[in-house]
């Protein structure tokens, strides 16, 4: 199992981002969550094997149609799982 931290910046808040997410990684199988920060960007914790959390980060490059990604970037996370995906509040 893998954990990874995704930030992704450019025009991905007001856009359904992150129920986009949500929809993407439940579809997937993955556990985590997402939200917006208060910096523009928005922040994804995804947690399952390496190819499907990869394919959930292939789509952060693209996104909702209303969005448009700039910059995405990954970090190595590790911090205690959360059962199912959900949204969170702004941090």
Known sequence: MMMQ???????????GFRDWVVRR????DLTGWVRNRTDGRVEVL???EEAITARLIALCHEGPAMARVDHVVV????E???KGFTKR???
């Open 5 to 15: 931290r995704v930030f992704v910046s450019g025009k991905v808040q007001n856009v």
């Open 25 to 28: 990684a439940s579809e997937l």
């Open 46 to 48: 995804v947690i399952g």
């Open 75 to 78: 970090e190595v996370a590790d």
């Open 80 to 82: 205690r799982p959360p």
């Open 89 to 91: 509040f702004t941090a």
